[in-house]
């Protein structure tokens, strides 16, 4: 029986965490775009997802994806330069990063969109409202519209920002207390 599920995530953690539950309950992924996931239910056979954002590009990428496909792992969807990837459980763990400079590679880069989206709309936002209020000395009730969508992108710019700082932090505690253990 196949299922689709429209969700979005920010956090490409949490999306390969949720995938892996669905995995558990014996839902193969067989497809992705947009925020739409579709599943097929295949239980009792359970699959380990990834979520991989590789840092190749041409024929390099199709050379990794196809290693992958050598190695047991299935290339599900690619989407916006991520690559969703699937593996059965059975056929051992699905571990793409062993390295901890790999690790933390990845995950600087699973959260680094939100330093690219929230500083550029802080930004425009800012200087586009400076100027709105330079300009109009006498506000009308028609102004206020442009300085609503204005004062939206500063909101949405900042929290983007306190977003990427609060995963930044973490990754960065994180990587102290591994440090500490090896």
Do not use: C
């Not at 949490?14 to 775009?33: A, F, M, P, S, T």
């Not at 997802?49 to 199709?62: C, F, I, N, T």
């Not at 400079?101 to 802080?122: C, N, V, W």
């Amino acid at each position: 029986m196949r299922t689709t599920v429209k969700k979005a995530f920010l956090d490409i953690q949490k999306e390969q965490e949720w995938l892996n539950e669905q995995g558990k309950d014996g839902r193969l992924l067989i497809g992705y775009d947009n925020g739409v996931y579709e599943f097929e239910d295949v239980a009792p056979a359970q699959f380990h997802y990834a979520v991989d954002l590789p840092k190749y590009s041409g024929s390099k990428r199709k050379e990794y994806l196809a290693f992958l496909e050598q190695s047991g792992i299935t290339v599900v969807a690619e989407y916006a330069d991520r690559v969703y990837l699937r593996k059965n459980v059975a056929d051992g763990p699905l571990d793409l990063y062993t390295d901890k400079k790999d690790i933390e590679r990845h995950l600087g880069k699973s959260y680094s969109h939100f330093f690219t989206i929230g500083a550029p709309q802080l930004a425009i936002g800012s200087g586009m409202l400076a100027y709105t209020l330079h300009e109009l000395s006498p506000i009308n009730v028609t102004d206020l519209f442009p300085i609503a969508v204005e004062v939206g992108l500063i909101i949405s710019g900042t929290v983007f920002l306190i977003l990427g700082v609060r995963k930044y932090r973490e990754q960065r505690a994180a990587a102290r207390t591994d440090s500490l253990w090896e």
